[in-house]
């Protein structure tokens, strides 16, 4: 029987004794090398959500032969030509994205690189608070967002908001109204977030007291 995986043989051929023709035998190197192995990888763009994105790779091997070996994969930011990190990417931003296989059985190792966006989540805020203060002539407001509401921030992500505004005037009063408008996001995650262009708050309410005057 003819061999069928990749390495090298001596293969020997007989033929029997026929007629005027005595028997007679050689033999002769023979080498299958290994098939390369097809590996391919989709590029495709996600949203964090503070999980390894959903990179997926397929390996394609001859004679409709199955793969079930391991896919290994790594990453670096795309443009750049550090070193490739283990794993799959988990935060926003755009990655060159490997997926290996190594050799195994008849076939050769491979690996081909894809492309891969992370978009930051988007963010609505909600529950900013302010502070009321005593007649001072000004329209200067002191923001309290240890309460704020961060709708669409993943579970255990450090994530603040900062806001800037002013009462619309400074004349004393209770539930004066007070315009946010600035907001910006901070802390350790705030780089796989985006505040959203809609559905923000944009305002809030608090007293100016009157001044008590010593005559």
Known sequence: EAPVHAGTYEVKVSVPQNGDYEAA???KSYTISKADAVVAITSVTS?????????SATVTLVNNETYTGAIEYSYRLAGSDAEYTPGIPVNAGSYET???????????GASVTG???INPQEIKVSGITASSKTYDGDTAVTFDTTKAVLAGMVAGDELTVSAEGAFTDSNAGTGKN?????LSLGGAAASNYVLATEGQQSGTTADIDPKEVIL
């Open 25 to 27: 035998e050689a033999t």
């Open 47 to 55: 949203t964090y959500n503070g999980k390894p994105a959903a990179v």
């Open 98 to 108: 490997k997926a290996t296989v190594q050799d195994f059985g008849d076939y050769n």
């Open 115 to 117: 492309t891969w966006t």
């Open 178 to 182: 007070i315009s946010i408008t600035s």
